[in-house]
């Protein structure tokens, strides 16, 4: 069965820098795109990042861009997250999600547990 | 960059039909996909692509979308429908594609 497990959160102060990674397994990961989607205390789903299958095809949002890194290492059927310069409003469940395959725009069919990045001082 | 608007809260009775809209410029343009989250659980797509459903979704979930709106209608609505409801598309033609609409409370009464 398809798992995506996250790890890497946790409490960093403004300006630090933390490494989400998630571990895929169930599934040919080297076949899908993947993204991290965020969801702060009490509030929405905030997409993050995307990957495309091979990983030459990147986008951020504007709110992460210039200090967060998405890659993948498909021999190791991993996604991983790079956050610098962390801000108070990165607080929240970073997601790790997997694209599906049928849709004609990108969409995601499986997502892992979560992982709390907390920012505070 | 794109924005999707979504009522903050629905309410229905159960047995009843509950309809959840997603609001975008000329949205009937883009593909709509619907998600479900229960409270401390990851979310769930219920409908993709405007209006098919994902195996395993039950037929009372059903999407359309035309104009600036996208609608998700769950009939027969059930206890267990009661969630937060998230529409979300790719705006393929911006640098930062991925869009979620701010989430609708559905509340069954």
């Known amino acids: 069965q398809v798992q995506l497990v996250e790890s890497g959160g946790g409490l960093v102060k403004p300006g630090g820098s933390l490494r989400l990674s998630c571990a895929a397994s169930g599934f040919t990961f080297s076949d899908y795109y993947m993204s991290w989607i965020r969801q702060a205390p009490g509030k929405g789903l905030e997409w993050v990042s995307y990957?495309?299958?091979?990983?030459?095809?990147?986008y951020y949002a504007d709110s992460v861009k210039g200090r967060f890194t998405i890659s993948r290492d498909n021999a190791k059927n991993s996604l991983y997250l790079q956050m610098n310069s962390l801000r108070a409003e990165d607080t929240a469940v970073y997601y790790c999600?997997?694209?599906?395959?049928?849709?004609?725009?990108?969409?995601?069919?499986?997502w892992g547990q979560g992982t709390l990045v907390t920012v505070s001082s | 960059s794109y924005v999707l608007t979504q009522p903050p809260s629905v309410s229905v009775a159960p047995g009843q039909t509950a309809r959840i809209t997603c609001g975008g410029n000329n949205i009937g343009s883009k593909s709509v996909h619907w998600y479900q989250q229960k409270p401390g659980q990851a979310p769930v797509l219920v409908v993709y692509?405007?209006?098919d459903r994902p195996s395993g979704i039950p037929e009372r979930f059903s999407g359309s979308n035309s104009g600036n709106t996208a609608t998700l209608t769950i009939s027969r609505v059930e206890a267990g429908d009661e969630a937060d409801y998230y529409c979300?598309?790719?705006?393929?033609?911006?640098?930062?594609?991925?869009?979620f609409g701010g989430g609708t409370k559905l509340t069954v009464l």
């Open positions: 979300q598309v790719w705006d393929s033609s911006s640098d930062h594609p991925g869009v």
């Open positions: 692509d405007d209006s």
């Open positions: 990957i495309s299958s091979s990983g030459s095809t990147i």
């Open positions: 999600a997997r694209g599906f395959a049928r849709s004609k725009s990108p969409a995601f069919d499986y």
